[in-house]
């Protein structure tokens, strides 16, 4: 167990889908992460949250929209998706402080039909 | 953006013997590196971390070298296993966290 879990552990939605992606962390970590895992390309960061505010939003299109109602749960909700958007969404967490690891979930897997 | 390579994208070691993984970066800021294992179906896991105050971390089996000086991060793995079989990257810290794209390690029996 990681001590972050992620559901569903795979997706596939077709482009005027909605779907939501969920994240719990059991860590007691204050700052949750979505990343984006691309084949052949490094993890993108999408999105941060440290204490449920919102710090970092990397230029992500509007069709992904976060939600994190406390610092245990994150969710990444999925609306009028593109094929391109499929891939591996991780989620972490992480304890306070810069120089600390980032503890991942298994991902969902999403494939967009 | 932040420049992180890795020297190669695959590598092949025969059971028993140790594994070499490179990373080069490119930002002289950074200040703390992770090496990540990902098994298929499974996320990044955490492996071993090394500040730049020091220059050699050993954990169970791996050894973290970092090498200011040309920006260069490896991780050694000694009598490799089947089980070591995964991806491995770097990440280190700028703005965020930055991560290589990953060697795919193949440990042949």
């Known amino acids: 167990e990681t001590g972050v879990t992620q559901t569903p552990r795979h997706l596939v939605m077709g482009m005027t889908n909605k779907k939501s992606l969920k994240c719990e962390q059991h860590l007691g970590h204050n700052a949750m992460y979505w990343y984006k895992q691309s084949a052949k390309k490094p993890l993108e960061l999408m999105f941060v949250?440290?204490?449920?505010?919102?710090?970092e939003n990397n230029s992500v299109p509007s069709r992904f929209s976060p939600e994190c109602p406390n610092s245990s749960h994150l969710f990444l909700h999925l609306h009028t998706l593109q094929p391109e958007d499929s891939a591996l969404y991780l989620c972490a967490s992480s304890p306070p402080g810069r120089n600390s690891p980032l503890h991942f979930g298994n991902g969902t897997r999403l494939t967009v039909t | 953006g932040e420049s992180v390579g890795l020297h190669l994208p695959t590598l092949s070691v025969q059971e028993g013997d140790n594994s070499i993984i490179n990373c080069a970066y490119s930002n002289s800021a950074s200040d703390y590196f992770i090496w990540y294992k990902q098994e298929s179906g499974k996320g990044p896991q955490f492996i071993i971390d090394i500040r730049s105050n020091m220059d050699k971390r050993q954990g169970q089996r791996v050894t973290v070298l970092l090498n200011k000086t040309v920006k260069h991060l490896s991780l050694q793995i000694a009598a490799t296993q089947p089980g070591d079989s995964a991806v491995y990257f770097c990440?280190?810290?700028?703005?965020?966290?930055?991560f290589g794209t990953g060697t795919s390690l193949t440990v042949i029996p």
């Open positions: 949250y440290n204490f449920k505010e919102q710090t």
């Open positions: 990440a280190l810290t700028g703005n965020q966290f930055y």
